[in-house]
């Protein structure tokens, strides 16, 4: 499906009445579609689906425009909010360890790259920390440096390791035996759809 289909057939997916911050409504995307914008009214559809429930459909058809565009972060975004609807999602406030006192000395991507270990409070058979996989989305940021500080957002690669996590709870993060970061959990979604325990 070409570029312009698929922002379509994703605009269809959006109810309505739905508008972003700034008032942009799905009018407005259909003439940049129709004048061939479809940079414009790819971002657009994006920022209509923030914080809101849109079919799996939705992040899919954007991704595939997205990657057709080159649109890397683009298309990063969109499959990143598709692992979300399959897999749950937590979104936290991550501070990093500073580097004289962590074993990290360069900054992480924020682009969903880093599956690094969180101690969510599980023990081993022998009583010993257990930990858990979740890959890592730094909002509104392209990295994050040693000592700093930002939401993120967190999807579980096993999602019924998650399932008693509530918000205001603290979690560590490893990257080694040693704690990289801690995180105070701001909200926690669960999966839209059934997946297989893992």
Not at 24 to 45: N, Q
Request: proline share 7%; aromatic share 6%.
């Amino acid at each position: 499906m070409d570029v312009p289909k698929l922002l379509e057939s994703a605009s269809l997916l959006v109810p309505e009445e739905t508008a972003t911050e700034n008032d942009i409504t799905l009018r407005d995307i259909w003439d940049y579609l129709v004048h061939d914008e479809w940079e414009i009214a790819l971002g657009l559809l994006e920022e209509l689906g923030e914080g809101r429930s849109l079919p799996l459909a939705f992040w899919e058809k954007l991704a595939d425009a997205a990657e057709q565009l080159r649109l890397e972060r683009s298309a990063a975004w969109c499959h990143w909010r598709c692992s979300e609807i399959r897999h749950g999602v937590i979104r936290a406030d991550l501070t990093l360890r500073p580097a004289a006192e962590a074993r990290r000395a360069t900054a992480i991507s924020g682009a969903g790259v880093l599956r690094p270990m969180w101690d969510i409070g599980h023990l081993s058979p022998t009583g010993e920390r257990a930990v858990s996989i979740a890959r890592l989305w730094v909002e509104d940021m392209p990295y994050l440096e040693p000592g700093g500080r930002a939401t993120v957002r967190l999807v579980p690669l096993t999602p019924s390791h998650w399932t008693h996590l509530q918000p205001g709870r603290r979690i560590n993060m490893h990257e080694d035996r040693t704690v990289a970061g801690t995180a105070m959990i701001l909200e926690v979604h669960r999966p839209a759809t059934a997946m297989p325990a893992g």
